[in-house]
């Protein structure tokens, strides 16, 4: 939390300087009402002394004191509020290696469930585009409100060999930089990238694609996908077959969400996918903003104002 008017703040000694003068209000009460009456007679002439509880509506009211002096320097909190507008670009792996079955039904086929369940997640409002990359990084589809087309193409996509993490990156953050809103500003932008290993060809290396990426306020987030037991099958001359096996590589991904400001997950399972998926959408549906809570401080201080007064007046037939 912070203060527009910290020095304000310098008026809360009020508080314990007014606690301590009603404690010495209190005592010359007594002190006075014993000069003129026997106090071992009381009980003779009261039913039931108010004790501890004639202290909680004096507490009260310097607790709102308290409140209403924090609330008049001008309190600033940050606070998660929806966000209304934003890019959304999904980078998706399609190399060869993708096509393991480590992951129910296939890496990229959970990749595509996982995708279709993140679009249902991330508000209406928000433009999405897909890149896909193997050897080359290319717009499969240009951000569009339009769920149908970005479900349409994840259904089409086609395996195909390398792994140009830096190009899908490099490409991904331009993209979503020059799309504009309706008034012409540039709306938040995010890349969610799906891959399952280290670079394998391109023309941008990783680190620089990263740079372009943080230059543009792009933050990258990259899903690792797989597990160590992933294999693959290629085809060899003569008709005979080959098992390649291709553990998924974190170090790139972790690379790239840490020189950008994105986040890193793992998922080693379909479910595991979609969960990381839907937790993505949540946090890029709202966003922290410093808000000024001066309201809430008022707020606050007139309930704790009234209590007092309340229980004051039930419990003592009199106002403090």
């Known amino acids: 939390m912070s203060f527009e008017r910290p020095l304000v703040l310098v008026a809360l000694v009020a508080v314990p300087v007014?606690?301590?003068?009603?404690?010495?209000?209190?005592?010359?009460?007594?002190?006075?009402?014993?000069?003129?009456?026997?106090?071992?007679?009381?009980?003779?002439?009261?039913?039931?002394?108010?004790?501890?509880?004639?202290?909680?509506?004096?507490?009260?009211?310097?607790?709102?004191?308290?409140?209403?002096?924090?609330?008049?320097?001008?309190?600033?909190?940050?606070?998660?509020v929806p966000r209304r507008e934003a890019v959304v670009v999904l980078a998706v792996d399609i190399s060869r290696s993708m096509t393991a079955q480590d992951v129910s039904p296939t890496r990229l086929g959970a990749a595509r469930t996982a995708a279709a369940a993140f679009l249902e997640k991330v508000p209406k409002t928000y433009d999405v585009?897909?890149?896909?990359?193997?050897?080359?990084?290319?717009?499969?589809?240009?951000?569009?409100?339009?769920?149908?087309?970005?479900?349409?193409?994840?259904a089409s996509i086609t395996?195909?060999?390398?792994?140009?993490?830096?190009?899908?990156?490099?490409?991904?953050?331009?993209?979503?930089?020059?799309?504009?809103?309706?008034?012409?500003?540039?709306?938040?932008?995010?890349?969610?990238?799906?891959?399952?290993?280290?670079?394998?060809?391109?023309r941008t290396s990783p680190q620089a694609a990263a740079q372009i990426a943080r230059r543009l306020h792009v933050a990258v987030s990259t899903v690792l996908v797989g597990t160590p037991?992933?294999?693959?099958?290629?085809?060899l001359n003569g008709g005979f077959t080959e098992q390649i096996r291709v553990p998924p590589s974190a170090g790139t991904l972790q690379t790239l969400a840490h020189l950008t400001g994105?986040?890193?997950?793992?998922?080693?399972?379909?479910?595991?996918?979609?969960?990381?998926?839907?937790?993505?959408?949540?946090?890029?549906?709202?966003?922290?903003?410093?808000?000024?809570?001066?309201?809430?401080?008022?707020?606050?201080?007139?309930?704790l104002m009234l209590a007092g007064a309340a229980l004051s007046a039930f419990w003592f037939r009199r106002v403090p």
């Open 18 to 80: 007014a606690a301590v003068l009603w404690i010495a209000y209190q005592r010359r009460r007594r002190a006075a009402a014993a000069s003129f009456s026997n106090p071992a007679l009381l009980p003779n002439l009261v039913d039931a002394r108010p004790g501890r509880l004639r202290h909680v509506p004096l507490a009260l009211f310097l607790l709102a004191l308290t409140v209403l002096l924090v609330g008049a320097a001008r309190p600033h909190a940050t606070v998660t």
């Open 129 to 154: 585009a897909l890149v896909e990359f193997g050897t080359h990084a290319f717009v499969a589809v240009p951000p569009t409100t339009d769920r149908t087309l970005v479900n349409a193409a994840l």
């Open 159 to 202: 395996p195909s060999e390398g792994t140009a993490i830096g190009d899908a990156v490099a490409l991904s953050a331009r993209l979503g930089h020059r799309h504009r809103t309706a008034d012409g500003t540039v709306p938040p932008v995010s890349v969610l990238l799906l891959s399952d290993g280290a670079r394998d060809g391109g």
């Open 229 to 235: 037991s992933g294999i693959v099958t290629a085809k």
């Open 262 to 303: 994105g986040q890193f997950f793992r998922a080693r399972s379909s479910a595991a996918l979609k969960h990381v998926y839907q937790n993505l959408a949540t946090r890029l549906g709202h966003h922290k903003q410093s808000r000024e809570i001066t309201d809430v401080f008022a707020a606050g201080a007139t309930a």
